[in-house]
């Protein structure tokens, strides 16, 4: 079970893509294609459309898919967050959350208009192919997440929240919704 803290006072909510390559198979007759089958129809959307999203009126809700130490150092204003992973420290290396799905169905339900984000796109589209296996519609990954996403290199490929300057909520559990295991 999760509890999500906080009633969001100081953290008030500011065209869909999909990938259109074509599904090789039948995944009803190879369960191994379906991850693959939902990775390659994931929708997906920019910072800028997320942004104009959540401030549109129309019931947009941020999932933050981080850590809450990640979240607690800042996040999408009035973001829930429910981690898809978990810092292990003896390792230092992020652990799944058995509890993911699980956690989401506390918060949020299946028919929600939800932007999922992590800290550059790669964890919180692994969590939206979760929460679509588990019966979600309406979630959409965002591209670049909080921070952005670079190449090899380094050169920013898709650019984050951070990084185009959006308001930021920072001021950790206080009055935020971060995720509070409750087991």
Known sequence: MVAVAGGGAGCAAPGTQTHPAALAGDAS????????????????INVKEARERLESGEGYVYLDVRTPEEFAEGHVPGAINVP????????????????????????????DKIIVGCRSGGRSAMALEQ???????????????????????????????????????G?????????EATK
């Open 171 to 179: 001021h950790g559990p206080a009055g935020c919704k971060q995720y």
């Open 29 to 44: 007759q190879n369960p191994s294609r379906v991850g693959e089958a939902a990775r390659r129809m994931m929708p997906e």
């Open 84 to 111: 898809v992973a978990f810092a292990n420290p003896a390792t230092g290396r992020l652990e799944a959350n058995p509890d993911f799905v699980t956690d989401v169905i506390q918060v949020l339900d299946k028919d």
């Open 131 to 169: 929460l679509i296996d588990a019966g979600y519609s309406g979630g959409v990954n965002l591209m670049g997440g909080f921070h952005g996403k670079t190449d090899m290199t380094g050169t920013l490929i898709a650019p984050g929240w951070t990084t185009l300057a959006y308001p930021v909520c």
